[in-house]
């Protein structure tokens, strides 16, 4: 459910506005397109920590000449029938990641199987984006990134590698799918703001201060834990798996490796991060995939949930019930300090404010 006060935007008028920002600092529009549908369809999936709201970051690595916001192409460096390697040419992520997405589902349509790694990009969103963009066309997809280092690997004491978020969405059947979408840290670095703009603490198992002990004081942390927290609570995969990421993204690609990929919002030197996608043809293996996949699916979700529990989800179920939210309000809820954070940005370059459809009751 929507919160009470909340405005409602549509996808068209944010779609509008996300243009009409990147293009007033400097994107073409293709470019700018490509990204507003990457940033808008991050809020319709309920991932506002990786949607408009930050649109401020990449209106402003534009505006100083620190990515290229269009008039160039990503470059195929080399190739073979089922992979490439892809020079993103410091343009914005989404324009590199669907390009690189492009050629993985081409290759795996004709060789069953299409794995893409890319340097010299930018931060590209939300992973799910690129993984879906493979499944509605009735492929497994794949893809993952590398970023700044936020993360405090199992026994160290300073940060190294990024979030790293990875993705992988599976097509079932009248369009049901399966999209696990996720970060290798516990949370991402802004619901650990979150609780600390309202003085509150955080769970175990999210973050470390600066002696790398696990603290619940958000104003203390100083690092992410990785997924799992703790060495006893399994952390250590979670650092695995984005170890794993880092290899198939910068290790793979020549892109900037983990702790020296440049901080988030600085402009001390380009991004030139690594991507990584796969695309997998289901038909080249046993037939029936979909009818599979979805009896996964089904038996899952029929579950009996435990007490206090409605339903037992499988990922991308989150997703899909924030954007039937969105379709009943006719667009998607901001809290109204973020509209107006967003007017703000608006008023800077130019551009003509959001319009509202109106406020939740
Ligand atoms: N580009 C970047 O650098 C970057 C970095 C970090 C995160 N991200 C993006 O941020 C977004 C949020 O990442 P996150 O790790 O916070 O995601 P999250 O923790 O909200 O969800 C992770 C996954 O778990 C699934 N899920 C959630 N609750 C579930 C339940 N009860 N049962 C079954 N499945 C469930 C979701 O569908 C999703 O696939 C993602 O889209 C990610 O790609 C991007």
Redesign the pocket.
């Known amino acids: 459910m929507a919160a009470a006060g909340e405005i409602i935007v549509s996808r068209t008028e944010l779609d509008r506005y996300v243009v009409e920002c990147l293009i007033a600092s400097g994107a073409s529009e293709d470019s700018a397109r490509v990204m507003s549908d990457v940033l808008v369809t ?1 809020d319709y ?3 506002y ?2 949607g408009v709201n930050r649109i401020d970051v990449y209106t402003s690595d534009i505006k100083c000449g620190m990515t290229c916001g269009g008039g160039l192409h990503p470059t195929v460096v080399k190739e073979t029938v089922a992979t490439a390697l892809i020079d993103g040419n410091n343009l914005l ?1 989404p324009v590199v990641g669907k390009y690189a997405m492009d050629i993985a589902i081409q290759k795996a349509k004709s060789a069953g199987v299409g794995i893409v790694t890319v340097r010299g990009s930018n ?7 690129y993984s879906l963009h493979a499944a509605k066309q009735g492929l497994l997809g794949m ?1 993952m ?4 280092k936020v993360m405090v690997p199992t026994r160290a004491k300073e940060r190294s590698l ?6 992988m969405s599976a097509p079932g059947k009248d369009g049901d799918n399966f ?7 516990t ?2 670095w802004g ?1 650990v703001e979150m609780r600390k703009a309202k003085d509150e603490t955080i769970p175990r198992g999210w973050a470390v201060d600066s002696a790398g002990q696990e603290t619940t004081d958000a104003s203390a942390v100083a690092g992410l834990q990785p ?1 799992g927290g703790q060495e006893q609570n399994s952390g250590y995969k979670g650092y695995g798996l984005a170890m794993m990421v880092e290899v198939l993204t910068s290790v793979l690609s020549g892109a900037e490796m983990c702790a020296f990929v440049r901080k988030w919002k600085s402009h001390e030197k380009p991004a030139n ?1 690594g991507h990584c996608f796969l695309a997998i043809d289901p038909d080249a293996f046993a037939d029936g995939f979909t009818d599979r996949m979805q009896d996964l699916i089904d038996h899952n979700r029929n579950l009996e949930p435990v007490e206090g529990e409605r339903d ?8 899909r019930q924030h954007m039937a939210l969105c379709d009943k309000l006719g667009g998607i809820p901001y809290h109204p300090n973020q509209i107006t954070f967003l007017d703000g940005i608006a008023k800077d370059l130019g551009v003509a404010r959001l319009q509202h459809a109106s406020l939740s009751s």
């Open positions: 991050a999936r309920g991932h920590t990786h992520g931060h590209f969103g939300i992973a799910g984006w893809a990134t590398n970023s700044d990024g979030t790293n978020p990875i993705s999209v696990l979408d996720m970060a290798c840290t949370v991402a619901k997924l991060l037992v989800l499988v990922a991308g179920d989150p997703e």
